[in-house]
Every structure is written in structure tokens, then in C-alpha cells.
């Protein structure tokens, strides 16, 4: 995720397009740049970091220009560098182009275009778009613009501009947003209203394959080259609504991306006919993986349970023996490994001070260290010798969502990818590969019964304690739930395997103590069954998380939520998602501060 703003009219461009980027800081902050077209001339200004950091030397250059695009960058392809940073631009310094979004085939591309003698500045997938726009420019940019995205495999939020034809700025757009703002004399592009909605609330949202050229004395937009009048809408939301894009709280934005987490992290790396997942992260180590023989899993707190399904998937699915621990504990223990163990380290911000100090911990014992992290860039990506990103864009909300959805996604290509280094069947990861890519299907129906499921969650948000069970890959997502809970709602839960409530926790239950059972149909259904009627026993309410079509457990549940069916191991990635929503819509009913909950940190950097 990234955050995209464009400016032509007959304003200075470098106050609006500033005020309007810092907006978009939440889609990402790595780094940040502008690029303003004046007289013929273009000036470039980039920098790594947060925008605040280098405000001042931005503002001192004092750019001129009412035409001029600038970005904000979540980093996906390329490390976090100012030649990394966008606008990107083409050979000769003509063609600047600011991207969100991602262009799979861009390795081919890069190759192609190089040896057509095209010469490359930076790492990223978007300056593709750059130079292929060059290589079709015959002085309209819009039709190089077009022709060059005939090319590309992939998604994009784009605006582009050009010394060469020097009175407009071209946006396309396919699966990534991009709106128009309609002001005064002046047109705006950006990756969504929140940037633009001090100058105007008149908005067009651009459709996919939809291509819209800017002037200042008007605009049109295309598809198929065919002209498209489009509705001018009206945004009512204030600034703060139109950040988090229109949600209440950043958290229910972020559980509303989870079916994107998943659309994004597997994007260009299934092989379906193959049965196969394309890891490039995992390239360089490729051959030492073939000889793992075991593997832990290490992360703190919802990265942890990411973890032990991790460990499910790679014992059931790669044959590999696994097991898990907590960063914290990891580090004091005196593990057993050789030089055929592997560690994957797993964390959203790749900062995690308990898991880069296991990190290190085993780096010390010369042991091959994987990442499985968000933040492109940061100590773990770095620190570990290869890794897997999970693509999940920003997570501004205290409490972790989406990410797990994106790690969760992460460890099960991986399971893919080591089980064919192994024993696993064709068949078997055609058929892993194929349900992912049914995922994001089946977790936008699950996020479309949100109503559904906010009033089972306001009928339950007085109650003071919660159990959550489930079995096997549902263990860790019983212990997501009831972390969730807490976080957010300051409700007592707790997190148990099913089996487990006989050995201590039905002590508990009773008419004031609920239990969220996750069970659907799968090779521990009968079993959670008894456990929900040893709750039902005990007077204790029970919401059932199942799958959709069983109509026998609303004869036993008081409540059940359903989801679509999926295989096992992917089960864990959908029946996540009804939880987040449990614990947020509680939450919002007893008017708790969601998107930061007391004492508690985005990112714990200290032991
Ligand atoms: C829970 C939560 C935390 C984090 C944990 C690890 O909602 O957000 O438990 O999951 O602090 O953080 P990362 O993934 O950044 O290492």
C-alpha cells in the first residue's frame, strides 16, 4: 500500500500535494517524493523516512509548478532507499510516474527493456512502468501510458507526467484505488479523499481500467479508449472518517482489508498448474532448505499463533517436524538444533525486540534464519538470511488483524513450497494452491455478515469473562480471539484447546461465562462437538464459529457464525476473521479507545 497525490490547475502544487501526502502517511512511510513539472523543467525531490523528518528541507527548496505528482511508499519490491523511492522515471528524465500497487511480471519486463538498452536506476517493479511508457511515447501521453499497461501482469493506482507533454497528468488505475477531486479551476488526483478533501468534496472514483487525463481547463476519462462519462460524487465524511476510509477506527478498516491481505500476498506467486508457490525471497537458499530437518517458529503475541499453525501446516502438510515458542521464552531456553535446523522468525514490524533477540540467538548458532515480516526493510528482513514478505500494507490499529491473515497466508506457501521440495503430491499442492486462490473470495462473504455479527457481539458485551476453544490449526485462533478480547475490550478471555477445558478450565464456566467454539467441519469437528456439550452441561452460553451448511450445531449452540468451507489448514485464515470482528464490534459497544488500547504498544521494542 501506498498513498498517491496529483495536482494541475493554476495553484502552487507544493503546499496542496504536501498537506495532501502527509494524509496518506498511514498507506505507508517508508519514504517519500515529488515531482514538479514547470517551464519544460522537471525537479525531483526524495527522501527516506517519514515526511516530518525532512519537512523543512522540502519546503526550503520551494518548488514552483501547478502540475505535479508525489507519493508515499510502503516498500514491496526494493529495500527502502531514496533510488527506490518514487517518482520513477525513464531514461532520459522526461516521464515520471508515481505507483501503488504491484507489477508481477516485472523481473521479465526489467530484462526485456535492458536489453533493448534501457537503463535502470532503481530496484522497484514501477520503474517498468517508466520506461515501457517511454518506449511507447510518440508525443501523447496518455496513449504511451495506455500502450504500456497493455504490458504489464498486475495492479495499479498510477499517475504520470511528462516534460514532453507538459499540460497534463495521466492516472490509471486497476485494483488499487485512485479518485479524482473536481475543485475550483484545479483537478486532483489521490489514493483516496483524505488527501484532497481540504480543497474539495467533489469526487470521481476511478474504475479499473479506467485511464483519466487532467488539464487544467478539464479532464475525460477512458476505457478501451472509448470515452466514459462518469458521475461526480460528494464526499460527506471529515478528514479524520476519510483517513480511515470512512470506518470508525483503523482497526475495522484493517479487518476490512483482510480479504486483500490475502488477494495481496499470494499475488505472481501461485503456480497452479505446477502445484507449486513462487517464494523469490527464498531463492538464495533454496538449495539448504532441501536439507532442513526441523524447524521452529518464533514470534510474540498474535505472531505467535501465526506460528503454531505454522507448525500444524509444516508437520502435516511438508513432513518436516516443527515446533513453536514465544520470543521471551526462546531466548532463555537452551534449544536442541544443528546445522539442519531452520528458524522462521514471524512479526509484523520486524522490530519485535524478544524476537530479534532469539534471532540472534540463533544466527549465533549458525543456524539458517527465515523472516516472515511486513515491514519491508526493517531489522528482522535484514537481520535474517532469507524471508518471505507478507505484503499487508500499514497496520495502524494497536491490536494486530490483518497482518496475522497476511502470515497466516505467508506460512502456508511456505508449507507449499517446502512439502514439493519434499514428499508432497502434485495433486496435493494443486490443491492447497487452488484454495488459496479462492481465499479473498470466501473472506469478503464472511466480512459481509459483519452486521450479523456485531449484534450477536452487542447481546454478549456484558458479560466480564470469556473462554474461546477450538482444536488442532482452530487451537491458535482460540488464543487469537480471546487476545483480541482482552486487548481491545478489557473483558477477561481466555484462550484453551478444547481438550483441555476438562483438565481445569470447565471449573469456569457457568450461566455467566460464554465460550466461543470454533468448529468447523473437519477432522476434529465430533470432538469439539463434546466439548461444546460439556459447556452446554454446565449452563454456559456457547457461540459456535461453523461451517456454513451445518444446521445441526444451531440446535446446540445459542449463536453460530458461519463461514464458507476451505481446506483444514487454510481454515485458520477465514475463521480468524468472524473473531476480529467479535472482539471489535464489543468493543465500539462499550465505547473503548479501539485503535489504541491502554498500556499497550504498536511495536514492542524493548525486552
Ligand atoms: C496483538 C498484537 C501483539 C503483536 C506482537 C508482535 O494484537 O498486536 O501481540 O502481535 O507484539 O508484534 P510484531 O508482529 O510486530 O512482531
Given amino acids: 500500500m501506498c498513498g498517491i497525490v496529483g495536482y494541475i490547475g493554476n495553484k502552487d502544487a507544493s503546499p496542496i500535494l504536501l498537506a495532501g501526502l502527509k494524509r496518506l502517511e498511514y498507506r505507508g512511510y517508508d519514504s517519500y517524493g515529488f ?38 511508499r510502503w516498500a514491496t519490491t526494493g529495500l527502502v532507499t531514496e533510488e527506490n523511492a518514487h517518482p520513477h522515471s525513464d531514461c532520459k528524465g522526461e516521464i515520471f510516474v508515481v505507483h501503488n500497487g504491484i507489477i508481477e511480471n516485472y523481473k521479465e519486463l526489467r530484462t526485456k527493456l535492458i536489453n533493448e538498452g534501457h537503463v535502470f536506476k532503481s530496484e522497484t517493479d514501477t520503474e517498468v512502468l517508466a520506461h515501457l511508457i517511454e518506449k511507447h511515447f510518440d508525443g501523447v501521453l496518455e496513449d504511451a501510458v495506455r500502450k504500456a499497461l497493455k504490458e504489464v501482469r498486475g495492479t495499479y493506482g498510477l499517475a504520470v507526467v511528462s516534460t514532453k507533454d507538459p499540460d497534463k497528468l495521466v492516472a490509471a488505475r486497476l485494483s488499487s484505488p485512485l479518485i479524482i477531486g473536481v475543485g475550483v479551476d484545479e483537478l486532483l488526483v489521490a489514493s483516496d479523499p483524505s488527501a484532497i478533501i481540504a480543497r474539495t468534496r467533489q469526487i470521481i472514483i476511478l474504475d479499473d481500467y479506467e485511464i483519466a487525463v487532467l488539464r487544467k481547463d478539464g479532464f475525460n476519462i477512458f476505457k478501451e ?21 470512512g470506518y470508525e477506527h483503523f482497526m475495522l478498516k484493517e479487518i476490512m482489508e483482510e480479504g486483500n491481505v490475502i488477494e495481496d500476498a499470494i499475488r505472481g506467486r501461485m ?67 544443528d546445522k539442519n535446523t531452520a528458524a522462521i522468525f514471524v512479526s509484523q514490524s520486524g522490530e519485535t525486540a524478544d524476537t530479534l533477540a532469539a534471532l540472534k540467538e540463533m544466527k549465533e548458532k549458525g543456524i539458517l534464519t527465515l523472516g516472515v515480516t511486513n515491514v519491508v526493510g526493517s531489522s528482522q528482513s535484514r537481520e535474517t538470511n532469507a524471508g518471505v514478505y507478507t505484503r499487508s500494507g500499514p497496520e495502524i490499529a494497536v491490536a494486530s488483524t490483518k497482518a496475522l491473515v497476511g502470515q497466516l497466508t505467508t506460512l502456508a506457501m511456505i508449507t507449499v513450497y517446502l512439502g514439493r521440495q519434499r514428499e508432497m503430491a502434485l495433486v496435493m499442492g494443486k490443491r492447497i494452491v487452488e484454495e488459496l486462490i479462492k481465499l479473498p473470495q470466501l473472506a469478503e462473504t464472511i466480512l459481509k455478515t459483519r452486521e450479523d455479527i456485531k449484534k450477536i457481539a452487542e447481546k454478549y ?22 487476545l483480541k478480547l482482552k486487548e481491545i475490550s478489557y473483558i477477561h478471555a481466555e484462550g484453551a484447546a478444547g481438550g483441555e477445558l476438562k483438565h481445569g478450565p470447565l471449573a469456569l464456566v457457568d450461566e455467566n461465562c460464554p465460550t466461543i467454539a470454533i468448529c468447523p467441519t473437519d477432522s476434529v469437528y465430533e470432538k469439539m462437538i463434546s466439548n461444546i456439550e460439556e459447556v452446554k452441561a454446565r449452563k454456559g452460553k456457547v457461540i459456535a464459529i461453523a461451517t456454513e451448511g451445518n444446521e445441526e450445531i444451531g440446535k446446540i449452540a445459542d449463536d453460530v457464525i458461519y463461514i464458507p468451507k476451505t481446506l483444514e489448514m487454510l481454515t485458520p485464515i477465514i475463521s480468524v476473521i468472524p473473531l476480529h470482528l467479535f472482539a471489535y464490534y464489543i468493543a465500539s459497544a462499550l465505547g473503548r479507545d479501539i485503535d489504541k488500547p491502554k498500556n499497550l504498544a504498536k511495536s514492542v521494542t524493548v525486552e
Fill in 271 to 337: 503456480l497452479k498448474e505446477e502445484g507449486l508457490v513462487k517464494l523469490g525471497g527464498l531463492d538464495s537458499v533454496e538449495k539448504e532448505l532441501r536439507d532442513i530437518e526441523k524447524i521452529i517458529l518464533i514470534g510474540c503475541g498474535t505472531a505467535h499463533y501465526a506460528c503454531k499453525v505454522g507448525e500444524y501446516m509444516l508437520e502435516e502438510y511438508a513432513d518436516i517436524p516443527a515446533e513453536t515458542d514465544i520470543g521471551s521464552e526462546f531466548r532463555y531456553r537452551k534449544p536442541v538444533v
Fill in 461 to 482: 458485551k456484558d458479560y466480564r469473562d470469556f473462554w474461546y476453544i477450538g482444536r488442532k490449526y482452530n487451537f491458535p485462533v482460540a488464543l487469537e480471539g480471546a
Fill in 225 to 245: 479508449e472509448v470515452e466514459n462519462k462518469k458521475q461526480i460524487e460528494t464526499i460527506e465524511w471529515d478528514i479524520e472518517q476519510a483517513e480511515k476510509g
Fill in 35 to 72: 515531482c514538479f513539472i514547470n517551464e519544460g523543467k522537471a525537479s525531483l525531490f526524495k527522501r527516506v523516512g517519514k515526511i516530518e523528518r525532512t519537512e523543512k528541507e522540502f519546503v526550503d527548496c520551494n518548488f514552483k509548478g501547478n502540475l505535479a505528482i508525489c507519493h508515499s
